[in-house]
């Protein structure tokens, strides 16, 4: 998976198309991240204690990976990820500007 934690990453589909956020969580395993602040859903919770009041939580959901770009540093555009080797270390690089990614 080319996207990572703390990468800014804007929608491409869903509810929040168009906007942007910092990845907070990646799944690897099932092709999943949380972008901080967007696809929100809420939770209905049940009170805990005797006179306590239900209430409703809201927390960001997975997105699949296919529904995020990621925002390139130098060209800050929306981009694709390529793969470029070093010897033997593999480095993220922009598709547009050709930089790389950390």
Do not use: W, Y
């Amino acid at each position: 998976m080319k996207i990572k934690k703390d990468d800014k990453v804007v929608i491409i589909a869903g509810k929040d198309k168009g906007k942007t956020g910092k990845v907070m969580h990646a799944f690897p395993k099932d092709k999943q991240v949380i972008v901080e602040g967007l696809n929100l859903m809420k939770k209905h919770v049940r009170p805990k204690k005797q006179g306590e009041s239900g209430q409703i939580i809201e927390f960001p959901a997975p997105l699949d990976v296919s529904n995020v770009k990621l925002i390139c540093s130098k060209c800050n555009e929306a981009t694709r990820v390529g793969i470029e080797r070093d010897g033997k270390n593999k480095k993220r690089v922009c598709k547009k500007c050709k930089k790389k990614f950390e």
